[in-house]
C-alpha cells in the first residue's frame, strides 16, 4: 500500500514539473537550453522566428549528417599502417635444404619399371619413328593396365567442331564433338585448360605411320604444312571410372608439360601404396647430401639437422629449427657469421621423368613452423657457390575488429593437419588442410602430397579408379577453391625473410681437382674423385644487415577521435557541449512522463465512460433511501389484498441526518493541490 502512495506521489511531483502540454514543454526548453537558435525562435519576431527556425532546423540536419559519416566511419575499423626501423641481435632463421629430386632412382627403380616403359613407348609413337626404328619389337610386351587408368591421348584439331581423340596405344578413335559425358557435351577446346594451339612441329612430322600389334600410329602431319596447320594436342584422359564416358581431357601446350604431369599422376598412385619409412630409406640421407657445414666460427655436420619428409622432395633437413632446443642467434651481420653448407645431390641418380630440374630447394623459416618449399623455395643451382643476404621484416597486424587475422589458428574452422609435426599455425596449412579434407569428403580418399585426416587413406589407382578425374575437378573447382580462402585467416604476427641472392662458379677450374679429391676422401674414404661439378653446391647464408623493419598497424579511428569529431562538429555548426546534449535528454524524459500521464488520463477517461454507459442514473445516496422509507407517498406495489380493506396508520419517525456531507472521497481522485506531505 505504501508502494502505490509512493507512485501517486511521484506522479503529483510530475504534474507541477514544466508543463501539462507539449507546446509548454517546448517553451520552456527553448528559453532554458544553452544551444544557440533554440532561444531566438521565442524571442523574435514573426519574419526574424522563421528564419531562425529555418537556420537551426538546417544546421541540426547538418549536424546530425556529419555524426552518420564519422560514426560510419569509426565502425569501419580501418587501419594505419608504420614502418619502424630497429638494431638488435636476431635469431637465425631456420633453414630448410632438400634435393629437387624426392628419391634415388636406384631406389625406386623396381617400383617405377612399368611406368617407364610405357612412357618410354609412349614416346616413341608420339615421335612417330620409322618402323625399322622401332624399339619395341624386340621388347617385352607392354602391361597397359597401368596405361588404360589414366592414358595419354592425342586431339587432332584440325576440323575444330569435331575434333578426333586418338589414344595412342588404342587402335580406335573418337570424334570428340559427338562424345557424350553423363549427358553432356565433352570439351576438348582451348577454354577447358590452358594454352593456345598447340603447334606439334617436330613431335608431329619425322616419318611414316609405325604399325605394330594393337597399335594404330598418329597421322602424319604432310610434310609441306606450316606450323599453324599441324593442330595436335597431347592431353592427359581423366575419366570418373575406367571405361566410362564422363571424363574430360587436360590438354597442355607442350607434349614435355604433357608427359610430366602424366608421369607424376602415376608414381604419385604408385608411391602413395609405400610406407613411409620405406620412402624415408629410397631418399637422400643427410650424411650423403651434407659434405661440410659451419656456423660463424663454429662447426657442424648433418647431426644438427632436423629430417622431415615432404611430399614433393622427398627427405629434408632443417638447421635451427627450435623443436629441440633453443634458437641460434647471429652474432654480428656479413657471411663469415652466417651458415655455410657444402652439398651433394647426386644428379647422375635422378629420376629422368620427374625430376626436370637439377639442384637444391631452399627455404628460410621461422622456428617451428612448416616448410612450404613448392610456394616459397627457391633453387641454388649445381656447380654454383650461391650466397644469400637476409633482411628481416616483422608484421604486427591488428586482430578483429581491425582484420580478419588470429594469433595461434584455434578460431580457424578448419582443422590444421599439419599439427602432426608439432608446427605453428600458417595459412598456407591451413589451405591445403582445407583441400585435402574437401578432397577426402568428395573423391573418399587423401592426396598424397597433403597430410592425411587420422583412419584415412592416400588415393591409388586399384582402390580408387577415379581419383585422379575428382582431384582435377576438385582443383579447377573455384567454388571449393573460394570456401577454403575464406575459412583461412593469416596469421596477426608474421616475420618475412628478404633474400638478395649472388651466385658465381665453384668450384672454379684452378681448384677444381684439389677439392674434389678432399670431399670425395672425407664422404667415401676413397682416394678417388667421386664427386663432380653437376653434383655439388656451396651456400652462404647470413644476414646482411642487423636492422630489421617492423611494419606495424593501428587503428585509423579510436574512440577519442570520435568522440572529439562529434564535439567539433555539434559545437561548430549550433555552438553546442555535453550540457546541451544533456539539455535535450532531459526534454525527451520530461515528453516520456507527459506521454504517461496523458496515457493514464486518457485510460481513466475511458473506464468512466463504460461505467455511464452500463448505470446511466447516478446511485442513490443515503438520504434518499431513507426518505424512500418515510415519505408517506412513497407507496410499495401491492402484493395482497389486506382483510377487510384496513388502512395502516403513519409510522412515526423523525427523519435522518443529511449523510451526503459525510461522504469521504477517494485517495486516488485527489488533485494536485491536495499533496499534504509533510517534510
Not at 25 to 35: A, G, R, S
Amino acid at each position: 500500500m505504501n508502494l502505490k502512495k509512493y507512485f501517486i506521489r511521484a506522479l503529483h511531483r510530475l504534474q507541477k514539473g514544466p508543463g501539462y502540454t507539449y507546446k509548454e514543454l517546448l517553451v520552456w526548453y527553448c528559453d532554458n537550453t544553452n544551444t544557440h537558435g533554440p532561444k531566438r525562435i521565442i524571442k523574435e519576431g514573426p519574419k526574424k522566428k522563421f528564419i531562425w527556425f529555418f537556420l537551426t532546423l538546417l544546421f541540426a540536419s547538418l549536424v546530425f549528417w556529419q555524426w552518420g559519416i564519422l560514426i560510419n566511419t569509426y565502425l569501419s575499423y580501418n587501419v594505419t599502417s608504420s614502418l619502424s626501423i630497429g638494431f638488435k641481435t636476431m635469431k637465425f632463421p631456420a633453414v630448410t635444404v632438400c634435393n629437387a629430386n624426392p628419391f634415388k632412382y636406384s631406389e625406386v627403380k623396381h617400383l617405377l619399371k612399368e611406368l617407364d616403359r610405357l612412357i618410354e613407348a609412349a614416346l616413341e609413337r608420339i615421335l612417330q619413328p620409322t618402323p625399322g626404328n622401332s624399339s619395341e619389337k624386340i621388347s617385352p610386351p607392354l602391361d597397359l593396365e597401368l596405361w588404360h587408368q589414366i592414358p595419354l591421348v592425342l586431339i587432332d584439331e584440325h576440323d575444330k567442331d569435331n575434333p578426333i581423340i586418338l589414344d595412342i596405344f588404342e587402335s580406335n578413335q573418337t570424334v570428340g564433338g559427338n562424345q557424350t559425358a553423363g549427358g553432356n557435351e565433352t570439351s576438348v577446346d582451348n577454354e577447358t585448360f590452358a594454352g593456345n594451339e598447340t603447334s606439334a612441329g617436330n613431335e608431329m612430322a619425322g616419318g611414316n605411320q609405325t604399325a605394330a600389334s594393337n597399335q594404330t600410329a598418329v597421322p602424319p602431319a604432310p610434310a609441306n604444312t606450316t606450323s599453324e596447320e599441324k593442330k595436335y594436342k597431347l592431353a592427359v584422359k581423366l575419366c570418373s571410372h575406367q571405361g566410362s564416358d564422363n571424363c574430360t581431357y587436360r590438354n597442355f601446350t607442350s607434349a614435355a608439360q604433357a608427359v610430366t604431369e602424366w608421369y607424376i599422376l602415376q608414381s604419385t598412385s604408385i608411391l602413395s601404396k609405400v610406407p613411409l619409412q620405406e620412402r624415408i630409406r629410397m631418399g637422400y640421407q643427410a650424411e650423403d647430401m651434407i659434405l661440410a657445414c659451419l656456423y660463424g666460427a663454429e662447426p657442424c655436420n648433418y647431426k644438427n639437422f632436423t629430417q622431415i619428409y615432404h611430399p614433393d622432395h622427398g627427405n629434408c633437413y632443417i638447421f635451427n629449427w627450435g623443436m629441440d632446443e633453443e634458437a641460434l642467434n647471429s652474432s654480428n651481420p656479413g657471411a663469415e657469421f652466417g651458415l655455410k653448407l657444402i652439398l651433394d645431390i647426386s644428379q647422375q641418380d635422378y629420376i629422368p621423368y620427374l625430376s626436370s630440374a637439377a639442384g637444391a630447394r631452399l627455404m628460410l623459416h621461422q622456428q617451428k613452423s612448416f616448410p612450404f618449399l613448392k610456394d616459397q623455395g627457391i633453387y641454388a643451382m649445381a656447380g654454383t657457390e650461391t650466397s644469400i643476404g637476409v633482411l628481416v621484416d616483422e608484421l604486427e597486424r591488428m586482430g578483429y575488429p581491425y582484420s580478419d587475422c588470429t594469433m595461434n589458428g584455434s578460431d580457424v574452422p578448419v582443422k590444421n593437419l599439419y599439427s602432426q609435426y608439432n608446427t605453428s599455425y600458417s595459412i598456407q596449412a591451413c589451405l591445403r588442410s582445407c583441400f585435402q579434407n574437401d578432397m577426402v569428403e568428395i573423391c573418399g580418399c587423401g592426396h598424397y602430397m597433403f597430410p592425411l585426416p587420422e583412419g584415412r587413406n592416400h588415393c591409388n589407382n586399384e582402390d580408387n579408379p577415379g581419383w585422379a578425374y575428382c582431384y582435377s575437378s576438385l582443383r579447377s573447382s573455384i567454388g571449393h577453391r573460394q570456401i577454403c580462402i575464406d575459412s583461412c585467416k593469416e596469421t596477426c604476427n608474421d616475420t618475412q625473410y628478404k633474400m638478395t641472392i649472388s651466385m658465381a662458379d665453384w668450384p672454379s677450374e684452378a681448384s677444381e681437382d684439389w677439392i674434389f679429391h678432399i670431399l670425395s676422401y672425407e664422404r667415401d674414404m676413397s682416394t678417388n674423385v667421386t664427386l663432380d661439378r653437376n653434383g655439388i653446391i656451396k651456400l652462404n647464408i647470413y644476414f646482411q644487415e642487423y636492422n630489421y623493419r617492423t611494419i606495424s598497424e593501428s587503428a585509423a579511428t579510436t574512440i577519442v577521435w570520435l568522440l572529439s569529431s562529434l564535439g567539433g562538429q555539434f559545437g561548430f555548426w549550433m555552438g553546442g557541449s555535453v550540457l546541451c546534449l544533456i539539455e535535450f535528454g532531459e526534454i525527451i524524459i520530461d515528453s516520456l512522463w507527459i506521454t504517461i500521464i496523458n496515457v493514464i488520463s486518457w485510460c481513466k477517461g475511458l473506464k468512466q465512460k463504460r461505467a455511464q454507459a452500463r448505470y446511466p442514473d447516478a446511485p442513490p445516496t443515503v438520504a434518499e433511501l431513507v426518505e424512500a422509507h418515510t415519505n408517506l407517498g412513497f407507496q410499495h406495489e401491492d402484493t395482497g389484498a389486506l382483510p377487510g380493506d384496513e388502512v395502516l396508520p403513519p409510522e412515526p419517525g423523525t427523519p435522518p441526518p443529511n449523510y451526503d456531507s459525510l461522504r469521504v472521497q477517494p485517495l486516488d481522485v485527489l488533485g494536485p493541490d491536495s499533496d499534504t506531505e509533510t517534510e
